[in-house]
């Protein structure tokens, strides 16, 4: 087996980077295109002749620290280079032959192709508790790149995803004994540049990876491999899947029992789940109505097949249901809370069901929540032998997978929409950078997006994919 990822520099000529564990980062410089077939050199002669040539792998980590240490102001990799070549020669002196030293497995560790992984990246941190994410959060410039494990890749992120949820996360609330910092954001969308042993058996350097992972607003992530999603390019498009496609289809899937004609509801219908949730119930053959806030979202609305889409800036919710589905509505996919939610009961028909994926409107405050009439709630429920369920995504990860694969398949065959808001309508121009992140969540709260408000990370290296 190859050595640590983050042990020693391979010892070859040209290596120019050094992994430093101690620090959890990078040496500066960058990485030389190897050379030959294998990544190998010849030593001793311009290539491998007749005789005894043996087949030998650098000196661990451990080896090389009781190698010669580089003087003041020599280079690291240097010393690591002239170790390693010590080390060679010497068990070459031994055995009496020639070798050739076996650089095959540095793919597998890093992005040797000229992309540099820098030492440091920034990132967002939690600082403070608080739902107000630009009190809360604070960005960090000169934070080390992170190092894999075994079964681990480095993401070089190329788009985040924003979530309503992400100021339930700076607040604390899914966990009220965290401390700060702690690092925010859940999900992110890039290319692998660097990856554990272990890892190194299912992906590559350079290949396009979704993930759902806590700390994904930063420039670079640890991604567990068993969290990881193989996408087919770093299109944003795959990245509103992640959370938003995946919480629509698994929670429909399991609590909605859709069918052919019934009524569904999707509230907030425009927003990044909603979307999907639209299109899900109509490949049901299920008739959708949805609720938004603007003509120009109706209309995208209507793009995706919605039979009713109710501006509620424009008419009133409760009062259209009441008068175009007297007898209720079967299904209601519920992310607003508050005086929505409230309307989503009244509606509801015999055996009817809600689904309680958020409450939106109630974020921001200091409990988290929108006040509801819940003093009726279980007469009403009783005279439709009606129900309310929750759905939390983490509950639900042995589904996760297998509906990321089919949710992937429909994307790839132009079956399902997958609408990105960029920011590109903003005053300020779009969401580019980490620093943008904080006007991304303002963006949304302010019920401005349509689709999946996701903010691109550029780079000042061109990327291979």
Request: one cysteine or more; a positive charge; charged letters at 20%.
């Amino acid at each position: 087996p190859g050595p640590d990822p983050g042990g020693g520099a391979p010892a070859t000529a040209g290596a120019a980077r050094v992994p430093r564990a101690a620090r959890g980062g990078w040496e500066r410089g960058e990485w030389s295109r190897r050379r030959g077939k294998g990544g190998g050199e010849a030593r001793g002669g311009r290539g491998p002749e007749e005789g005894r040539t043996r087949l030998l792998r650098p000196p661990a980590r451990a080896e090389l620290r009781g190698a010669e240490r580089p003087g003041l102001g020599a280079s690291p990799a240097r010393a690591a280079q002239k170790a390693g070549g010590a080390w060679a020669m010497r068990r070459l002196a031994r055995a009496g032959a020639r070798a050739i030293v076996d650089m095959s497995y540095a793919r597998h560790f890093l992005d040797f192709q000229g992309s540099a992984i820098p030492r440091a990246m920034q990132k967002l941190v939690v600082t403070r508790l608080s739902p107000n994410f630009r009190e809360a959060v604070t960005l960090l410039r000169d934070c080390p790149v992170p190092l894999p494990g075994d079964g681990d890749l480095l993401v070089r992120n190329r788009f985040v995803g924003v979530n309503a949820s992400d100021i339930n996360y700076s607040a604390g609330r899914y966990d009220p004994s965290v401390k700060t910092p702690f690092d925010v954001g859940f999900e992110g969308l890039g290319e692998v540049v660097a990856l554990g042993l272990s890892a190194s058996s299912r992906y590559t350097v350079g290949q396009a990876v979704a993930y759902m992972t806590p700390g994904a607003f930063a420039e670079y992530s640890v991604v567990p491999a068993a969290a990881a999603t193989p996408v087919p390019s770093v299109k944003p498009e795959f990245l509103t899947l992640l959370v938003s496609g995946a919480t629509a289809y698994i929670s429909l899937h399991e609590l909605a029992a859709l069918s052919e004609g019934k009524k569904v509801l999707v509230t907030a219908a425009a927003g990044g789940t909603g979307q999907f949730a639209v299109q899900l119930a109509k490949r049901a053959k299920c008739h959708v109505i949805g609720t938004c806030s603007s003509e120009e979202k109706a209309a995208f609305l209507q793009s995706l097949g919605c039979d009713r889409p109710i501006n509620y800036n424009a008419e009133p919710v409760g009062a259209v249901l009441k008068q175009e589905y007297p007898r209720g509505v079967d299904v209601v996919y519920e992310s607003v809370g508050g005086p929505m939610f409230d309307v989503a009961v009244d509606a509801l028909a015999t055996h009817g069901r809600l689904i309680v994926i958020g409450f939106i409107s109630g974020y921001q405050t200091p409990t988290g929540l929108a006040p509801v009439k819940a003093g009726a709630l279980p007469a009403k429920l009783l005279r439709k032998s009606a129900g309310v369920q929750g759905f939390f995504l983490n509950h639900y990860l042995s589904k996760y997978q297998p509906a990321m694969e089919h949710l992937l398949q429909m994307c790839e065959r132009g079956e399902l929409a997958c609408q990105v808001d960029l920011g590109h309508a903003c005053d300020q121009g779009g969401f580019l950078g980490l620093e943008s992140v904080f006007r991304a969540v303002d963006y949304m709260y302010m019920g401005k997006n349509t689709g999946k408000v996701v903010v691109e990370l550029p780079h000042a290296v061109n990327s291979k994919l």
